[in-house]
């Protein structure tokens, strides 16, 4: 999708195929939580026409309505009439920001952090300070706030009081060589994973370098821009897009790689036509761009696996993670109930929403339960705190890792074996 094609302006021709069957309510997430039609694709493709029509003014309660959709996908791939409901919603977004702006919990997040991750990573050290006073240890990395903190509340977070890997920090880059001679490739590490997972990263890196993938981490890279341009804010995407583009340019030809679905189904959509290196997300590219080695080390854990939706509908990525997963001796994998179910994360929808968002995780979260699995394995950093955050609610001990750093602990397990 190319990022000119103005869809506001475009939105009486992406409206026109929807017939209002009402298939896409037997799917989304938002609806089956609250069961009411405006909540529902259907009811909100009705909610822009009327707005377009000029029979619904641009109010706050409008702005609730589109705002309460997780952008998921899962009613587009339901569609039988193709409505791409998530580029409506988008352009409808951006319509009513014109008119009301858009809200200040999105603006501090939009305008003001993730343009700048330098901005985001001075506040670390701070974090780390606070985390032990306002926040409970807890097992896994994660800690859970004793109050309410702005922005997330009481929802459960990555530790960053540990020591971060030097490489990724944002203030920081580099060039991690292979032991030998192989591709080179520019990995795009994203907000979530630099700055909440960089141990996915780390194990990204590793794994990448076992395969004689050269790893270039340019310091000068930002936010993808889907929180601005979901928050209906396109002049705040448009502009973290041409600084990204500028910093791929400088690396012409290579391969991008991302570790977070959300990162990849943008890049690969939004910035078509800005960057020459093709886009692939991890499990994408270690299976059909190199010599994929299977790990002769043993993990023995049970896992299951977890779609994200931006990886499965967006990118139509499904047997990668799940061909790496079963390559790893002693692993036992057991599918999930519904696997492409939405875990509610929905990034920024979850802290504007967060009650509605962990209502929709309880169900996901129940059916990766109830395959007693240990360890709960999904390939989207958004993902994983989701389902951490909701795994702890309901008292499992489930452990929550990235595809890549289960593929790392197996190669790692090599290494002690030899």
């Not at 169900?363 to 240990?374: F, P």
């Amino acid at each position: 999708m190319a990022v000119d094609k103005n869809d506001l302006n475009n939105l009486p021709r992406l409206l026109l195929p929807c017939v209002r069957c009402g298939q896409c309510r037997s799917v989304c997430p938002v609806f089956l939580a609250k069961g009411v039609e405006s909540d529902s694709p259907r009811g909100r493709m009705t909610l822009v026409r009327a707005l377009l029509e000029g029979k619904l003014k641009p109010s706050d309660l409008l702005n609730e309505k589109l705002q309460q959709c997780l952008l998921c996908r899962t009613c587009v791939m339901e569609c039988p009439s193709g409505v791409h409901v998530d580029r409506v919603i988008i352009a409808a977004r951006e319509k009513l920001a014109e008119k009301k702006g858009i809200p200040l919990k999105k603006k501090v997040i939009t305008r003001w952090l993730l343009p700048n991750l330098n901005r985001l990573a001075a506040f670390m050290p701070a974090a780390a300070l606070l985390e032990g006073i306002v926040a409970g240890p807890l097992g896994g990395g994660y800690y859970r706030p004793r109050l309410n903190l702005p922005l997330v509340g009481k929802r459960l977070l990555p530790s960053v009081g540990g020591k971060r890997p030097e490489i990724l920090t944002s203030s920081t880059g580099g060039s991690f060589s292979a032991s030998s001679a192989g591709r080179r490739v520019v990995f795009f590490t994203g907000c979530m994973t630099n700055m909440a997972y960089p141990r996915v990263a780390g194990a990204v890196v590793e794994v990448l370098r076992r395969h004689g993938v050269e790893v270039v981490i340019p310091k000068e890279l930002v936010c993808c821009g889907l929180p601005m341009l979901a928050a209906g804010d396109r002049k705040s995407f448009l502009r973290v897009r041409e600084e990204n583009i500028k910093v791929f340019k400088k690396y012409p030809g290579l391969a991008i790689i991302t570790a977070c679905a959300s990162c990849g189904s943008t890049l690969k959509e939004y910035y078509a036509g800005g960057i020459e290196g093709k886009v692939y997300d991890f499990t994408e590219f270690l299976l059909g761009e190199v010599d994929f080695q299977p790990p002769r080390g043993v993990v023995e854990r049970k896992i299951t696996y977890h779609d994200p939706c931006h990886l499965r509908k967006a990118q139509q990525i499904k047997e990668q993670p799940r061909r790496l997963l079963k390559s790893i001796p002693g692993v036992q994998y057991q599918e999930v109930k519904d696997p492409d179910r939405c875990c509610g994360f929905g990034g920024t929808f979850s802290l504007s929403f967060p009650d509605l968002s962990r209502e929709i995780g309880i169900t996901k979260v129940q059916a990766l339960m109830d395959t007693g699995a240990d360890t709960v394995v999904t390939a989207c950093p958004g993902c994983m705190l989701q389902l951490a955050d909701g795994l702890y609610n309901r008292q499992s001990a489930a452990a929550v890792m990235h595809v890549a750093e289960v593929l790392a602990a197996a190669y790692g397990a090599e290494e002690r074996q030899n």
